[in-house]
């Protein structure tokens, strides 16, 4: 079983929809983030969370929102989607702290917004 | 600036062939460091983590160049399987332990 998973695994929409991706792990790692991916432009932060009273934005936090609902859930919401929030969204996790500190990926959200 | 900047290419190379990426990173910050590999259309998967002292894993060597605040990578005989789009990643504890990729570079391995 994956680590780290992700619904809906794809998902087309409409402009001004509500949206909601669902991100679960059980690696037991506390911290969480979401990312999206445009082509040329690389993983974008948009949020992370590093337990589950802890919410934070990342660079491109606008239109988006986050809950952390356990530890091992993390979910992102878009609560009017527009077309250009048509991306790849990742998910994923990370230890607190330690030399191999590498974040670990969901199987990625394709998100269309029309 | 970009925190983690990387040709995005594509090298193109031949089967068997010795390809080497670099990658370069703004914040003297940065502690951990890594190279992950992303399919077309999949999730990026730790490829190896970069240590100061460089380390290698079989066919893949990875480097650390601190004073000039750069990375490499280099496979050696290149397989039709290494084709994917690998991305350099860098981590700032101080920075709330914010990860930064680059926007990845394209290798096509050809037969």
């Known amino acids: 079983d994956a680590d780290v998973t992700q619904t809906p695994r794809n998902r087309i929409t409409k402009t001004g929809k509500r949206i909601m991706l669902e991100c679960s792990q059980t690696k037991g790692h506390d911290r969480m983030y979401w990312y999206r991916q445009d082509p040329g432009l690389g993983l974008r932060l948009i949020y992370y969370?590093?337990?589950?009273?802890?919410?934070n934005k990342g660079e491109i936090s606008d239109g988006y929102s986050v809950s952390r609902q356990a530890q091992a859930k993390f979910s992102l919401s878009l609560e009017s989607a527009i077309p250009n929030q048509t991306a790849l969204y990742f998910c994923?996790?990370?230890?607190?702290?330690?030399?191999?500190?590498?974040?670990?990926f969901g199987p990625g959200t394709r998100l269309t917004v029309l | 600036r970009k925190e983690v900047e990387q040709d995005p290419g594509p090298f193109n190379v031949p089967e068997g062939a010795t390809v080497a990426f670099n990658c370069t990173y703004s914040n003297s910050a940065s502690q951990s460091f890594f190279w992950y590999r992303q399919d077309c259309r999949k999730e990026p998967k730790l490829l190896m983590s970069v240590y100061s002292s460089g380390n290698e894993d079989g066919r893949f060597t990875a480097q650390l160049n601190r004073a000039s605040q750069y990375i490499s990578l280099l496979i050696r005989d290149s397989k039709l399987s290494d084709s994917a789009t690998y991305l350099c990643v860098v981590n700032i504890p101080r920075n709330f332990n914010k990860f930064y990729f680059g926007s990845g570079t394209k290798l096509n391995v050809k037969p």
């Open positions: 969370s590093f337990d589950v009273k802890d919410i």
């Open positions: 994923a996790t990370s230890q607190t702290s330690g030399v191999n500190n590498e974040q670990f």
